[in-house]
């Protein structure tokens, strides 16, 4: 069963025709930041698994990338943030796990080869522009805040001698 229907209970998946109107939804807010959007960088969209790699540009780091993913159930949404760390790791996933509880609808999540994302699901009834702004922008907030003061502790020697 897929992550995303795990968490619907009772919610049938979208039909054809909703995930068109989804699919329309996150198109036209993907044009209005080519618009009005200095920071965006790249956009791009894979149609074959409903999913588009947002590209911004950063302070913190130069970029920050966030992939969005159009399910049956939900819009997941992810971005990395670091690798694994390589000291202080306790204290780094404390940090993190901290952050999170002031986090807008995401948490910090250990990926494949123990790197540190920042993950979060929408329930597709919930998808609006408005909505994918806050999204993005919490993203990308998140990414910037949290970014160099973990890679400070996970890294920590490798910047300091």
Same mark, same amino acid.
């Given at each position: 069963?897929?992550?995303?229907? %795990?968490?619907a209970?009772?919610i049938?998946?979208?039909?054809?025709?909703?995930l068109?109107?989804?699919?329309?939804? !996150?198109?036209?807010w993907?044009a209005r930041?080519?618009d009005?959007?200095p %920071?965006?960088?790249?956009?791009d969209r894979d149609q074959?698994r409903?999913?588009w790699? !947002?590209?911004l540009?950063g302070?913190a780091r130069d +970029?920050?990338?966030?992939?969005?993913t159009?399910?049956?159930?939900?819009l997941?949404?992810?971005?990395?943030?670091?690798p694994?760390?390589?000291?202080r790791?306790?204290?780094?996933?404390?940090?993190?796990?901290?952050?999170?509880?002031g986090l807008?609808?995401?948490?910090? %999540? !250990?990926g494949?080869?123990?790197?540190v994302?920042?993950?979060g699901h929408?329930?597709?009834?919930a998808?609006?522009e408005d909505?994918?702004d806050r !999204?993005v922008?919490?993203?990308?907030?998140?990414?910037?805040r949290?970014?160099?003061?973990?890679m400070?502790?996970? +890294?920590?020697?490798? +910047?300091?001698?």
């Open positions: 069963m897929p992550l995303d229907a %795990a968490r209970g009772d049938p998946p979208a039909t054809p025709e909703e068109v109107r989804h699919t329309a939804t !996150i198109e036209a993907v930041q080519r009005d959007n %920071a965006l960088a790249a956009v074959s409903r999913r790699y !947002i590209r540009r302070e +970029f920050v990338a966030i992939w969005l159009l399910g049956e159930y939900t997941g949404y992810e971005t990395y943030l670091m694994a760390p390589e000291e790791v306790a204290e780094v996933y404390e940090l993190l796990l901290r952050a999170t509880h807008y609808a995401m948490g910090f %999540a !250990i494949g080869e123990d790197a994302y920042l993950v929408l329930p597709l009834g998808l609006t909505e994918l !999204i922008g919490s993203t990308y907030a998140a990414i910037e949290w970014f160099r003061p973990a400070r502790l996970g +890294f920590g020697s490798r +910047f300091h001698g």
